[in-house]
């Protein structure tokens, strides 16, 4: 069943890419000019950067790279940066380059705990009420963390629920980071949807997060598309399965309709340990999502196959994260 128009054919006479002004912490592909102006503009999508557990400064400059060769998208990346410009995901309380999101088609969200300032927090809520399509990673169920006395408090748990369908609850155990997966990751039973387009079971190295069961539930009409199982869980040996079961929705699809009246599409996935997007059913499931909420027709085919190489850390806190890396390095 076709959601939406296919993307036109037509390719645009070339693409060089630019770095953004001096101090901008992103890059992203050059307008088009003359002849190339008078096509169909091509999407934009807006990567949002800033956590520090995932190596999501890595996942994501290798998902916007296949997007932007399949797609032939204007992909902005947005890191968390130390004064120098140099990618620090420790960095809490900033991510350059915001004020790309002001003429996004699309916004991937992947941060975990950020306390921005208001300025910067502001490309982020101004998007979510535009009515414009949504994507987000794992973290982003606490994308946020304020300090409970502030009034920006509501994004640390109401604002990634009615955003994405939940917020930070608890998950089922480390147990040996990135040296097995630990959920076993199946499609929801009787469930036909455009992203799971090329989409099969397979094993992530992410532990599942608790979602829905016990006390809580996936909020708005969000959907579930797959199902994770954990293979080892901390709850199962405390005995609190009845609380938080081994079996819980790992992605969803929602929709978001916030003060300003406007319905946003929204792609989520708990999924994203680095390891798990060298599976190419995890990018395949990623960018499929992408193409989803940006209203377009899901291939039947795509070519998921790395820009260049994907040779990501594992996950961690602390000085585990690649050291030097510049933004202007991290898109093809």
């Not at 520090?52 to 990346?77: F, H, N, Q, W």
Request: charged share 20%; aromatic share 10%; hydrophobic share 40%.
């Amino acid at each position: 069943m076709k959601y939406a128009t296919s993307i036109k054919s037509a390719i645009l006479a070339s693409v060089c890419l630019v770095a953004c002004l001096p101090g901008m912490g992103c890059r992203q592909a050059a307008e088009p000019t003359g002849q190339a102006a008078e096509t169909e503009k091509k999407p934009h999508v807006v990567f949002v950067i800033g956590d520090e557990e995932y190596r999501s400064e890595e996942s994501m400059p290798m998902l916007a790279g296949i997007l932007k060769r399949e797609l032939d998208a204007e992909v902005t990346l947005c890191f968390s940066v130390d004064s120098s410009g140099v990618i620090d995901p420790n960095r809490l309380d900033h991510i350059q380059g915001l004020a790309a999101l002001d003429s996004a088609d699309l916004m991937v969200l992947f941060t975990r705990f950020r306390a921005l300032p208001e300025a910067e927090l502001a490309h982020i809520t101004r998007f979510a009420e535009s009515g414009k399509p949504m994507v987000g990673f794992r973290t982003a169920t606490h994308a946020f963390l304020y300090p409970d006395s502030t009034e920006n408090a509501r994004m640390n748990n109401a604002w990634p629920a009615r955003v994405f369908g939940q917020q930070w609850i608890t998950h089922h155990g480390h147990f040996e980071d990135g040296n097995d997966p630990l959920t076993a990751v199946t499609l929801a039973e009787g469930v036909e949807h455009p992203i799971l387009t090329d989409v099969n079971a397979f094993q992530a190295y992410s532990w599942l997060y608790h979602v829905d069961g016990g006390d809580w539930e996936l909020q708005g009409d969000a959907a579930p598309l797959l199902i994770g199982r954990s293979l080892r869980s901390k709850h199962e040996m405390d005995g609190r399965l009845d609380e938080f079961p081994l079996v819980n929705p790992v992605a969803w699809t929602k929709s978001y309709k916030g003060e300003s009246g406007k319905t946003s599409r929204v792609f989520f996935t708990t999924l994203g340990h680095p390891y798990d997007f060298r599976n190419p059913n995890m990018r395949r499931l990623a960018l499929n999502g992408i193409y989803w909420a940006l209203g377009l027709e899901v291939p039947e085919d795509m070519d998921v196959s790395y820009t260049q190489p994907y040779q990501p850390n594992n996950s961690g806190f602390g000085e585990v994260y690649k050291k030097g890396l510049l933004p202007e390095g991290q898109l093809p």
